[in-house]
């Protein structure tokens, strides 16, 4: 290592020793078929490992009903188990740590996603305006109470299922307008039952899920993504801060590896933007490992450590285009740039597998 900066210090989180702090952030890449993830997965993500880096995985759905994007995969299935098998057994080769993010879409679905062509699930009725991220959502279908706790199971199953592939944990995905980010926003979550209305109601699915989990698997194994100040897919809330620091202190009774927060600046997937919010409320309060994300650079992300307002930091883009991001933050070299128009592609290589790395040296790699 040419230099040590903030990013490129060892953390111990939990019972997992990381030899930096640079985070693969979760992506959704549209790669998968069938729900199966492909070969080229392999490569992806082996090039994207180093020894003693975290890497998440894109977004994994629990259940034949929690898809809404095409090319996603799955890991409800025996078949999906075996497929993710050599994906984590390639990461566990290079020295890296996997984690598995799980979710599901809720409304944020079609018919066409749907088995039967049913009405997606949600917390609600009320869909979204059409168009509202570059789809035509469909009329979700309100859950009953009755039927909370077999989605509850999908989680808990899904988990179960992610370790038995060999990932070294689970990240819940319960941000970005996805189902247990419904129920959390009072925007999006009108019910007036139990799982409705106050803010504890509203965050009661998601602590539901984070205690199923845990009883499954473990708290050390058991990390959670939200990002209480977005507005995706018409998923807002009237007090984020709130919401935000309800949950930072909430999930410390359960005593789960880490919280990991989406910026208040991300309001959307694209863009960053000014806000007078902070994430260190939430970062005090929760007593775990804290992961920022929030289109950082190689600069903010060190400020971020440095002045110890995160403890592990996530880069998305930046780290789909650099497969060998640390090396080149270690040196400070320059940068591939990101082309989106492959961010969500079917192809197995462009956009994927093809940025190239600085050289073959690659002391991280």
Known sequence: MESTIPLLTPYKMGNFELNHRVVLAPLTRHRSLASLPQPSAILYFSQRTT????????????SETAHGFPGTPGIWTKEQVEAWKPIVQAVHEKGGLFFC???HVGRISTSDFQPNGMAPISCTDKGCTPGVEGYDWAVPRRLRVDEIPQVIYDYRIAARNAIEAGFDGVEIHAANG??????????????????????????????????????????????????????????????????????AESLNKYEILYLHLIEPRIVNILDVSETPYSSLPMRKAFKGTFISAGGYTRDNGNEMIDKNHADLIAFGRLFLANPDLPKRFSID?????????????????????????????????
């Open 101 to 103: 993010q799980i979710w």
């Open 333 to 365: 070299a320059p940068l591939n740039k990101y082309n989106r128009d492959t961010f969500y592609t079917a192809d197995p290589i462009v956009g994927y597998t093809d940025y190239p790395f600085l050289d073959q040296s690659n002391e991280f790699n």
């Open 51 to 62: 020894n003693g880096g975290l890497l998440i995985s894109e977004a994994t759905g629990i």
């Open 178 to 247: 996805c189902l247990i980010e419904q129920f959390m926003k009072d925007q999006v979550n009108d019910r007036t039952d139990e799982y409705g209305g106050n803010l504890e109601k509203r965050c009661r699915f998601a602590l539901e899920v984070v205690k199923a989990i845990v009883d499954e698997i473990g708290a050390s194994k058991v990390g959670i993504r939200i990002s209480p100040f977005a507005d995706v897919g018409e998923a807002r809330d009237s007090n984020p801060e709130a919401l935000g620091l309800f949950m």
